[in-house]
C-alpha cells in the first residue's frame, strides 16, 4: 500500500495507474534508459539517441527537395547536351559538388550544435546560495548577470532561468530547442537546427559548396540555352526546347543572390571571430562600446580567426545521448530531493538550519523545473517570448519583408542582409530601454519580460518570408 | 518496502557532506580552464599544493585539448575535404585527450581523494562546466 503511495508521488506515473507505475519503475531497472530519453529540451532522437533534430525542423525537407529537384533536372536534361557539345567532366564536377552540399546540409542538421546540459539540481542549489543573499522571496528577482574579465574586458554573463546557470560567453538560449547552445549563431529553419559551435563548420560549407553548386548550375544552363540558340534557332524556340531550364534558371538566379550574400556575410563573421547573434546585437561594435574595446575573443589576425573557427579541434557533444542513466538519475527527483533534506537538516552548520521551510519547498520546486516536470516551467520562455517580440517582430517585420529577400517561399535562402540587421538596430534600441526596467522591477511578469526581450533576437530569424 | 528503498538511498545520500563546485575560468576567452582557488571547504580534508597540482594537470590537459597547432588542422582540413564523413570512422584529437584525462581523474580519485573521502566528477559529466567535488561525512571512511 505505502509502495502504491510512493509511487504516486512519482512524477513520471503521474498520469499512469499505481499498479503500471510500479512495473515502469522495475522495467527501469531491469533496462537502463539511455539519457537522450529524458532530454528535457525540445529535440527529437532517431536512432537510438545517434541523431538529433529540433522538435520543429523548420523547412529542411524544402530545402532538401530544391537542392535535389534542381540537380536532378539539371542532371536530366542539360547534362546530356553539355556532355555531347562540351565536355563530361560537366556532370563529374555537378555531381561532386551535389554529394558534398547534401552531406554538409545533413551534417549541419543532424548535429548537436553545442547543446549545454541543464545544471543539476546541486549544482543549482550552489549558484542559487552564491546569488541568494536575502534568503526567500516570494518573487523572481530581477535577471541575474555577472560579470567576468576575458582578456582584460569586462563581459557580461546572464542567468539562464530554464537551465538554472549562468550562461558560459558566447552561449545562448535557443527558444525554440529549448536549449542553451555554445558559441550560437543562430536558429537556421532551412537547416532545421541551431547552428552553434559544433555544426558551424558544416554549415559554412553548406553554404559555400551550395554558391558553387548554384553559380555552376546557373552558368552551365545558361551555356546550355546559348549552344542551343546558336545552332541556327531562336531563344524562345531553346528555351520551349528544353523547358526545364528554364525552372532551373529561375530558382538559381533568386538563391544566387541570397546565398552569395549570405557565403560573404558568413566569411566576414570567420575572419572576425563574431557570431550573428553578437554582430545583430553589435556587441563589440565600436559604437557600442565607450572606451576602445574589440572582440576579446578574436586573435587579431584573419588567417587565425579563420583556421580557429573552421578548422580548430571538434569539440564533444556535452549532452551524452546514449550513455545510461545511473540509478540516481533514475529515481524521480522529488524522492532525491526528499531524501537529501535530512542531511541538510542534521546539519548542526548554521547557515543550513536558518534556511526557511519555504527555502526547502522552492528548491525542490527548482529540481521539479530542472527535470521539467512541472507543466508551466517549461512552456515558461514560449509563449511569453511570443506575446513580447509580437510587438517587437511587428516594427521588424515590414522592413524584414520589404528589403531582405523576395516573397517566394520556394527560395533556400538566407537570413541576414543590411536592411535586416537595420530592423535589428532598432530592436537594439528597445533594448536600451530595458535597464530601466532592470533597476526596478517590483513584478515578475516584468523582469521576466525584460529577460525574454534580451533574448529576443535568438529566435528573430524565425519568421522568416 | 518503502522503507528499504529511501534507506538504502539514504545509506548512498547521507554520506555526501556537501559537494563543492569549482568553477570555470573565463578570464583566457572562452577555452576551457577551470578555477584552481582552493576551496575553503577542503581546508580540512586535503593539502592545498596537492589539490593546485591537480587542478593544473587538469587545466593543462584541457588546454592540450582544444591546443590550435598542426594536428588540429590536419585533422579539420581532412575532415572538410571527405566531406566530415572521417569522423564517423575516426576519433577527434579531443576525444582521445577526453579519454585521458578521464583516466587521469580516476588515478587521482583511486590514490589521493578517496582516501580522503572526496570524489571529483569529470567535469564532461557535466557539460564541461564545473568540476564537482563530493564531500563524504567521516563516517562512511568506518563502514
Not at chain 2, 587542478?55 to 597547432?69: C, D, H, P, S, V
Not at chain 2, 584529437?93 to 578521464?102: D, G, N, R, T
Request: proline residues 7%; aromatic residues 10%; glycine residues 4%.
Amino acid at each position: 500500500m505505502k509502495n502504491c503511495e510512493y509511487q504516486q508521488i512519482d512524477p513520471r506515473a503521474l498520469s499512469v495507474l499505481p499498479q503500471s507505475a510500479h512495473n515502469n519503475t522495475e522495467k527501469t531497472v531491469q533496462r537502463s534508459r539511455r539519457k537522450w530519453e529524458v532530454f528535457p529540451g525540445k529535440n527529437r532522437f532517431f536512432c537510438d539517441g545517434r541523431i538529433i533534430l529540433p522538435s520543429q525542423s523548420g523547412v529542411l525537407p524544402l530545402t532538401l527537395g530544391l537542392i535535389v529537384v534542381t540537380c536532378g533536372l539539371f542532371f536530366a536534361f542539360d547534362c546530356p547536351f553539355l556532355v555531347k557539345h562540351l565536355t563530361v567532366f560537366i556532370p563529374v564536377i555537378g555531381g561532386a559538388l551535389f554529394v558534398f552540399v547534401v552531406f554538409s546540409l545533413l551534417r549541419t542538421s543532424f548535429t548537436d550544435p553545442g547543446i549545454l546540459p541543464r545544471a543539476t539540481p546541486d549544482e543549482a542549489a550552489d549558484i542559487e546560495k552564491q546569488i541568494d543573499t536575502s534568503g526567500s522571496s516570494t518573487y523572481r528577482p530581477p535577471p541575474r548577470t555577472k560579470e567576468i574579465l576575458i582578456n582584460q574586458q569586462v563581459v557580461k554573463l546572464k542567468y539562464c532561468f530554464t537551465c538554472k546557470m549562468f550562461r558560459p560567453p558566447r552561449t545562448s538560449h535557443c527558444s525554440l530547442c529549448d536549449n542553451c547552445v555554445e558559441r550560437f549563431d543562430h536558429h537556421c529553419p532551412w537547416v532545421g537546427n541551431c547552428v552553434g559551435k559544433r555544426n558551424y563548420r558544416f554549415f559554412y560549407s553548406f553554404i559555400i559548396s551550395l554558391s558553387f553548386l548554384t553559380s555552376f548550375i546557373f552558368g552551365c544552363v545558361i551555356t546550355h540555352i546559348t549552344l542551343r540558340s546558336q545552332e541556327g534557332k531562336s531563344l524562345v524556340q531553346s528555351i520551349q526546347e528544353s523547358p526545364a531550364s528554364v525552372v532551373e534558371l529561375v530558382i538559381c538566379f533568386f538563391s544566387i543572390w541570397s546565398i552569395l550574400g549570405l557565403s560573404g556575410f558568413h566569411t566576414y563573421l570567420i575572419a572576425s571571430n563574431l557570431t550573428t547573434n553578437e554582430d545583430i546585437k553589435g556587441s563589440w561594435s565600436s559604437k557600442r562600446c565607450a572606451e576602445e574595446s574589440g572582440n576579446p575573443y578574436s586573435y587579431n589576425s584573419i588567417i587565425t580567426n579563420c583556421c580557429a573557427t573552421l578548422c580548430g579541434p571538434m569539440p564533444p557533444s556535452l549532452i551524452d545521448r546514449r550513455g545510461f542513466l545511473s540509478l540516481d538519475e533514475a529515481i524521480p527527483a522529488v524522492s532525491a530531493s526528499e531524501i537529501e533534506l535530512p542531511p541538510f537538516t542534521v546539519k548542526s552548520d548554521a547557515h543550513m538550519c536558518t534556511q526557511s521551510t519555504k527555502d526547502v519547498l522552492e528548491r525542490m520546486v527548482h529540481s521539479y523545473d530542472v527535470h521539467g516536470l512541472c507543466p508551466p516551467a517549461t512552456p515558461k520562455t514560449t509563449p511569453l517570448d511570443l506575446e513580447v517580440s509580437g510587438p517587437a517582430a511587428a516594427s521588424s517585420e515590414p522592413s524584414l519583408s520589404a528589403g531582405c529577400l523576395p516573397q517566394d517561399a520556394r527560395q533556400p535562402v538566407a537570413p541576414p542582409c543590411p536592411p535586416f540587421s537595420r530592423s535589428y538596430k532598432r530592436r537594439d534600441s528597445l533594448h536600451s530601454i530595458n535597464p530601466a526596467f532592470r533597476l526596478a522591477s517590483p513584478s515578475p511578469s516584468l523582469s521576466r519580460t525584460t529577460f525574454i526581450l534580451g533574448d529576443a533576437p535568438d529566435n528573430g530569424f524565425i519568421p522568416l518570408p | 518496502m518503502v522503507e528499504t528503498h529511501s534507506l538504502q538511498d539514504l545509506r548512498q545520500q547521507a554520506a555526501v557532506a556537501a559537494k563543492v563546485f569549482l568553477q570555470r575560468d573565463y578570464s583566457n576567452g572562452t577555452v576551457c580552464q577551470f578555477q584552481s582557488k582552493f576551496p575553503s571547504e577542503l581546508e580540512t580534508r586535503i593539502d592545498k599544493q596537492q589539490f593546485e597540482e591537480t587542478m593544473q594537470t587538469l587545466n593543462n590537459l584541457y588546454a592540450e585539448a582544444e591546443k590550435l597547432g598542426s594536428q588540429s588542422y590536419i585533422e579539420g582540413c581532412l575532415a572538410c575535404l571527405t566531406a566530415y564523413t572521417v569522423f564517423m570512422c575516426m576519433e577527434t584529437h579531443y576525444e582521445k585527450v577526453l579519454k585521458k584525462i578521464a583516466k587521469y581523474i580516476q588515478e587521482q580519485n583511486d590514490k589521493i581523494y578517496a582516501p580522503r573521502g572526496l570524489l571529483l566528477t569529470d567535469p564532461i559529466e557535466r557539460g564541461l562546466r564545473v568540476i564537482e567535488v563530493t564531500i563524504f561525512e567521516d563516517r562512511s571512511l568506518t563502514r
